[in-house]
T-cell receptor
């Protein structure tokens, strides 16, 4: 079955440490997205990519970095510059052949600070 | 820029109806609706395009008023499975697929 796989499900970060969240999709979607969700809050866009080797900052990109070397993969690195990284991180993907395409989400990674 | 959803939370008994609103201060190209169960991924419900189109998904339907820059989600004869947080995602420009999500409406359906 096609879908989006995020790993790990839970992640703990020490002060000053960079951590990378994995996102893989086998839906053959061109576009991929990373969102951050804080308790009781909506989804805020961190980065998105509409094609391999290209990505754009979202609304809260500071302290995060991404790469898009393969169509299937869009890893997110939470750097030590992100002072408040504790949150639920969601990866999504969508088609881009026409507009108005639904986004399909992974099950998320919950990141906490030790 | 973030759309405003109302109400923030609503509690229903099974079989009752509810309306969730999503308002934007900017002109909208489309509105997406998603439902998220606690600790799970959001699940796509439907997309509304500008033009006042109304769509349905089982007993859940929605409308999009382009002039008012507002979309409403209608849940009729609610079931326990409808419980969750509902998010609208607004798309400002055509063919970008970039969404700005509202803060969500928590819906709890009780037996």
């Amino acid at each position: 079955d096609g879908g989006i796989t995020q790993s790990p499900k839970y992640l703990f970060r020490k002060e000053g440490q960079n951590v990378t969240l994995s996102c893989e999709q086998n839906l053959n979607h061109d576009a991929m997205y990373w969102y951050r969700q804080d308790p009781g809050q909506g989804l805020r866009l961190i980065y998105y990519s509409q094609i391999v080797n290209d990505f754009q900052k979202g609304d809260i990109a500071e302290g995060y970095s991404v790469s898009r070397e393969k169509k299937e993969s869009f890893p997110l690195t939470v750097t030590s510059a992100q002072k408040n990284p504790t949150a639920f991180y969601l990866c999504a993907s969508s088609r881009t052949d026409t507009g108005n395409q639904p986004q399909h989400f992974g099950d998320g990674t919950r990141l906490s600070i030790l | 820029q973030q759309p405003v959803q109302s109400p923030q939370a609503v509690i229903l008994r099974e079989g009752e109806d509810a309306v969730i609103n999503c308002s934007s201060s900017k002109a909208l190209y489309s509105v997406h609706w998603y439902r998220q169960k606690h600790g799970e991924a959001p699940v796509f419900l439907m997309i509304l395009l500008k033009g006042g189109e109304q769509k349905g998904h089982e007993k859940i339907s929605a409308s999009f008023n382009e002039k008012k820059q507002q979309s409403s989600l209608y849940l009729t004869a609610s079931q326990l499975s409808y419980s969750g947080t509902y998010f609208c995602g607004t798309e400002l420009g055509g063919a970008t697929n970039k969404l700005i999500f509202g803060t969500g409406t928590l819906l709890a359906v009780q037996p």
